[in-house]
């Protein structure tokens, strides 16, 4: 395959787009990060590139739009993260969780009727206190996914509970 005109410049291209990152980004390890996408992601639609036109200008554009990318993404979490703070069934604040070591057989017997993803986001959260990124790697799911289905697996067993108390 032969060599590209982005494969060509890349390299010295390198500097000033470390340097817009620098401005970008609170943090040089962020900045250096930005700058490593930016050029995988160059390096995989380098054939989108026209040849002739403004490279930097193209490289630019991509690392600002993976820049305020992150930027909108981070400002969604931490207002996730934000409203888990005033929920008082969350465990995100700073006194130690509950310890958990056995369910009564009713709570117990609703939590098994819940359906799976959301009863085992229970089980690894509520019941085996790990945090929300543990579990997000245990489930293979992102953490944004792990808080949602925490947040409607507990209101489904608060209800559940609550209609089983008022039957008996």
Not at 39 to 46: F, G, K, M
Not at 97 to 120: D, H, I, S
Request: net charge positive; proline share 6%.
């Amino acid at each position: 395959m032969p060599t590209t005109e982005v494969r060509q410049r890349l390299p010295e291209l390198l500097p000033r787009l470390r340097a817009r990152a620098r401005r970008l980004c609170r943090t040089e390890s962020d900045a250096l990060d930005l700058v490593q996408d930016t050029a995988a992601r160059a390096l995989s639609y380098e054939t989108r590139f026209e040849p002739g036109s403004n490279l930097y200008a193209w490289l630019e554009r991509m690392l600002v739009n993976l820049f305020v990318s992150r930027y909108r993404k981070s400002t969604r979490e931490r207002r996730a993260l934000g409203g888990l703070a005033d929920d008082p069934c969350s465990f995100v604040h700073a006194e130690a969780p509950p310890a958990m070591m056995t369910l009564a057989p009713q709570t117990a017997g609703v939590l098994a009727e819940l359906a799976e993803p959301f009863r085992k986001v229970v089980e690894l959260v509520d019941l085996s206190e790990f945090s929300y990124e543990d579990a997000a790697n245990t489930l293979g799911v992102p953490i944004g996914t792990v808080m949602s289905r925490l947040h409607r697996a507990r209101r489904l067993l608060a209800r559940r509970l609550a209609s089983e108390a008022i039957a008996a």
